[in-house]
């Protein structure tokens, strides 16, 4: 048994026909990690969609309402890059209720995990790039609406900048704070590499995302870290940059909760993506953020966001090994 629960529902199935985004693949890891034995049924509980009250805690009234209603104009349903269905709006809103669901479970155990969620390019009054709504920020808003936090941090390891992520939290900016110029030496990447580190405060909730720079979104609007990674960044690079990221983000904020969005896209085999980490060099992602968290003791909800490699399977070994990274980190005595 997992020391740790998974959130689940078939009904993450994202209706959206043939699509580059594989629906499928949440029910395959769902299947995968039983069939390996990484975890048993009772690992599992299931959410249950969330309440308008929650999505208004993040998304305007009118783009809620045209959602319902699907009155979104011809231009909005494009910007979404899925096609628009009343079937969609629902597994949306199940995906925010397991976001949700698997927050209040990782304050309770340490950590939890959602085997869908991440949908971090909606904003409050439109979709784009696949997500209809913003389920990891709606989650955070809930614990907050309900007392159990009052700070968290993002950390967003998709291959696409976190731009909804940013605009829905840069509300709460309060001061810019430059970021220390030189990292420590261990940890510093090549410096043949065009890197930037960009770093504003963003008040109650930190936001710190790893992208590729020459990627969607055209316009990133600034997280309060934002590491561009340069087209082909490997293994070593990355995980140093990662390192130091979160180095630099805890030193500012201590958060009640950490937000792991665990793109599997940095994958060099990734169909939107262009750098070129290993499945290996993933993992190691993984287990570097659940040693920092466990390190501190904040709790971590991890939700599986991006994944287009060429072979669906390579996306689900990521994704099931990110489980069985904090399997072995969580289960680890000390
Ligand atoms: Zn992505």
Redesign the pocket.
Known sequence: MLPFKLVYSDDYYLPIGSHVFPAEKYKRIHDRLLASGVAAPSDFVTPRPANDRDILLVHTPQYVEKLKTGTLSAREELELEVPYSPELVRAFWLAAGGSILAADNALHDGTAISIGGGFHHAFPDHGEGFCLIHDVAIAIRRMQHDGKIRTAMTVDC???QGNGTAAIFARMRTARKPLPSVPPSTLTPSSTASKEMRGAHAGDVFTISLHQKNNYPAWKPPSSIDIDLPDGTGDDDYLAWLDNALSSGLRQLDPELLCYIA?A?PYREDQ?GGLSLTIDGLKKRDQLIFRVARARNIPVMVTL??GYARDVEDTVTIHCNTVIAAKEVFAAKG
């Open positions: 998709d291959v696409h793109g896209d939107l966001a991006g």
